[in-house]
């Protein structure tokens, strides 16, 4: 596999913007996106079928699951998941919460390919500025401070609305700039909540919003997927 496709995902515990819980739609954008990796935010672990709906994500669309819950709501997990087609090599689950509010953490995943490591840390920020800055000087710190790997994305819903505040300027500092795309709300998207950044940079070759009649009603936020080589 020389060209990977990811894609990131809000999926609003799989509600959609008609208020319906719908799962089966869920897994169909994220087949229509034809995805290898998808990162997924706000997944929410109602049942489908007598499986969870991470479980019933995975399984329909032919993927391991990777779960990195950060709370408990309604006594059911709830946070980040990632699903992969991937050989996992390692897994490890971040804590960037901020006392005081809504819990916030990092799934840390690293795979194995054929032409190296794939490192893949996805992450839902908080809603305030002030703990965004907090989060973000978190998870540079922790990639400072670990092994490199060959390549390595951050995505997630940053719920960052300011194209130039302090967040976005240090990411594109760590990774470079990638295009932003405008996610949020899906129906009709202005703000560019969900982001991709890869290290190094000339590995990416495309990413943009996944824009269909399925996306728009599946959840609040529209997918942003992104194409990229091995290095």
Partial sequence: MSVVRLCTYNIHGAIGTDGRFDPARIASVIQETGSDIVALQEVEHHAVDGEDLPDYLARVGGYQLHLGPTQIRYRRPYGNALLSRLP????????????????????????????????IINTHLGLLPGERRQQVQHLLTHLEASEP??????????????????????????????????????????LALDRIWIKPRQQLLSVQAHRSVLSRRASDHLPVCARFTLP
């Fill in 88 to 119: 996992l090599r390692s897994l490890h689950r971040l804590d960037i919460s901020i006392p005081g509010r809504e819990p916030r953490g990092a799934l840390d995943i690293k795979f194995d390919t054929d032409s190296g490591g794939l490192r």
């Fill in 149 to 190: 790997a060959p390549l390595t994305l951050l995505t997630g819903d940053i719920n960052e609305w300011f194209l130039w505040g302090r967040p976005i300027r240090w990411l594109n500092k760590h990774f470079r700039a990638v295009k932003a795309v405008n996610t949020f709300p899906s129906a009709w998207p202005f």
